[in-house]
């Protein structure tokens, strides 16, 4: 049993801490919204009153956060973790955030006496919910090894990316090709059907041939081939176009500071964001189908 204090209970945080109880550790969670804390303690974890209440006894602190900007105030600010946790703590950060603002977690918890890992995640609410989500992880191998034993009770599949910023590193830019090819499969579908192919029979040749993609053999975006895609119930998410928008800008980001060449990410950040600007930034991003089928307007 290890003593865990885990921050930020939402969407996802909500369903990877329960994991984390059922998994037999002795959790304490901590949110700003008491609605959130009241949820995970009804399922058996301790409701924290404060940060400093989360982190007094844990061996490990695990973080489930909007943003860069959260995960470094949570934990290097001013009443934040690195002044209430025990020297030689493990950080796993699971956020989502920018490979810099990853980079800068690690100086500081190095500096503070801290361990820390960057894990974030793949998978959306319902694998949070089932505890089947990927998780990617930079950081030191003694760190990883000591990650892992958290990350299996929330998770499937554990890759240890390389050093620090390397999770983040991966996650966007695993996001950012999903959301270029998500874009394409729905071009492909759509000038099949004006062509004369219905979207099983195209679906039927195309993902067993050279175009075979995630974003069209797990989650078609065209209705009728994919019962359990957001296609057939009007796009409701799912993954939503904001969700796909974050992730394209820290990469967007990642590019600039590093010299690589996106193009394509950039382009398909655009279409994102017009589809965003219309007002449709909460339809799952598959739902760039009705873009591309010329179903929205302006
Ligand atoms: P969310 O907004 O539902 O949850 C974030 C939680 O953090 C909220 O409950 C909020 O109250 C809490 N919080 C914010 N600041 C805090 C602070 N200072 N102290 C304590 N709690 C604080 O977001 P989510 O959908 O759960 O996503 C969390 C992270 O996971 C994001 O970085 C997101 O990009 C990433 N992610 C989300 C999905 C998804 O499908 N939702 C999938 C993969 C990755």
């Excluded at 799912?238 to 967007?252: N, P, R, T, Y």
Aim: hydrophobic content about 45%; overall charge neutral; proline content about 3%.
């Amino acid at each position: 049993m290890i003593r865990i204090a885990f921050i930020g209970l939402g969407n996802m945080g909500g369903g990877m801490c329960a994991n984390l109880v059922k998994s037999g550790h002795n959790v304490a969670a901590f949110d700003l919204n008491p609605e959130a804390v009241a949820a995970v303690a009804a399922k058996g974890a301790r409701a924290a009153s404060s940060i400093a209440d989360a982190v007094k006894d844990a061996d490990v602190v695990v973080s489930m956060l909007p943003a860069g900007k959260h995960v470094l105030s949570v934990y290097f600010g001013p009443d934040g973790v690195k002044h209430h946790a025990k020297r030689g703590t493990l950080l796993i950060d699971c956020s989502t955030i920018a490979v810099t603002d990853a980079r800068e977690a690690h100086i500081q918890a190095d500096l503070s006496g801290l361990i820390l890992v960057d894990a974030p995640v793949s998978g959306g609410v319902a694998a949070a919910e089932a505890g089947t989500l990927t998780f990617m992880v930079g950081g030191t191998a003694s760190a990883f090894e000591k990650a892992e034993q958290v990350l299996k009770g929330m998770g499937k599949n554990i890759f240890h990316a390389g050093g620090a910023g390397n999770g983040q590193a991966a996650k966007i830019a695993n996001n950012m090709l999903l959301g270029i090819s998500m874009i394409g499969t729905c071009e492909a579908f759509n000038l099949a059907e004006k062509l004369g192919l219905d979207a099983e029979t195209f679906f039927r040749i195309s993902s067993v041939s050279s175009g075979q993609c995630w974003s069209m053999t797990s989650y078609c975006p065209a209705p009728g081939p994919l019962p359990t895609s957001p296609a057939n119930r009007d796009y409701k998410p799912g993954f939503a176009v904001s969700m796909m928008l974050k992730d394209l800008h820290l990469a967007a980001e990642a590019a600039r500071t590093s010299g690589a060449g996106i193009r394509l990410g950039e382009h398909a950040a655009s279409i994102y964001q017009a589809l965003s600007d219309k007002g449709f930034g909460g339809l799952d991003f598959s739902g760039v189908m009705k873009d591309v089928k010329g179903e929205i307007a302006g």
